[in-house]
């Protein structure tokens, strides 16, 4: 299994805090992608990065990916209540199409 | 219209009733996916159709029926389920099945009783 590993499982900030999601996966890639998910809704895509490809940024969000140790995180800063939910990574296999695989997720909490 | 419309939001069944679940886009996307999650997990592929074809069966029981009936319409047929399949099912769709972002519908939250 693909399946990525996901950490920390939960993260709990003050508004205003950076937070920092990390995760591992298995095999080669091509694209890795964050999701996130409001409890029990749909997921939404935040950002996808390409294997070829080391960091990139989208207004709040900045992801890392490093192919070398399989891994890649994202940072939210300047964290905001509404940035309350759970962020999934997605890859898809390298020559498997968009099969994408799930990592475990991170449950975030932002406080007031 | 980048939306993804899932019906129903919520479907109680008892295990010898047949339901369906329907998806709907039209952003003129050629793969369409079904996801299913459960509590506090991540969701986990059950079918790709690409240009209205079965493209991946990820070894769904056959009580889980797909059907494309064109490009904008995802059907997920019901039929003799347990218990365990309780679970938010999840419609997805992309430009193609190469690669890219997956848009989401809200899921449709199923309850087998």
């Known amino acids: 299994s693909q399946q990525g590993e996901e950490d920390p499982q939960a993260l709990s900030i003050q508004e205003g805090e950076n937070a920092t999601m990390n995760c591992s996966y298995k095999?080669?890639?091509?694209?890795l992608q964050w999701y996130r998910q409001n409890s029990g809704r749909g997921l939404v895509h935040l950002i996808l990065?390409?294997?070829?490809?080391r960091e990139k940024h989208s207004g709040r969000l900045r992801v890392t990916l490093d192919t070398s140790k399989k891994s890649s995180s994202l940072l939210i800063t300047a964290s905001r209540a509404a940035d309350t939910a759970s962020y999934f990574c997605?890859?898809?296999?390298?020559?498997?199409?968009?099969?994408?695989?799930f990592g475990t997720g991170t449950q975030l909490k932002v406080e007031l | 219209d980048t939306e993804v419309t899932q019906t129903p939001k919520h479907l109680v069944m008892g295990m010898t009733n047949k339901k369906s679940l329907k998806c709907e886009q039209h952003?003129?996307?050629?793969?369409m996916y079904w996801y299913k999650q459960k509590a506090k997990k991540p969701p986990e592929l059950m079918f790709v159709?690409?240009?209205?074809?079965?493209?991946i069966n990820e070894s769904v029981p056959s009580r889980f029926s797909p059907e494309c009936p064109n490009s904008s319409l995802l059907n997920l047929h019901l039929h003799a389920l347990q218990p365990e399949d309780s679970a938010l099912y999840l419609c997805?769709?992309?430009?193609?099945?190469?690669?890219?972002?997956?848009?989401f519908g809200e899921g449709s939250r199923l309850t087998v009783l």
């Open positions: 952003m003129g996307h050629r793969a």
């Open positions: 997805a769709s992309s430009q193609d099945e190469i690669s890219g972002e997956l848009f």
């Open positions: 159709y690409s240009y209205e074809k079965l493209s």
């Open positions: 997605a890859t898809d296999a390298a020559g498997g199409g968009n099969k994408l695989t």
């Open positions: 990065i390409r294997s070829n490809e």
């Open positions: 095999t080669s890639i091509n694209n």
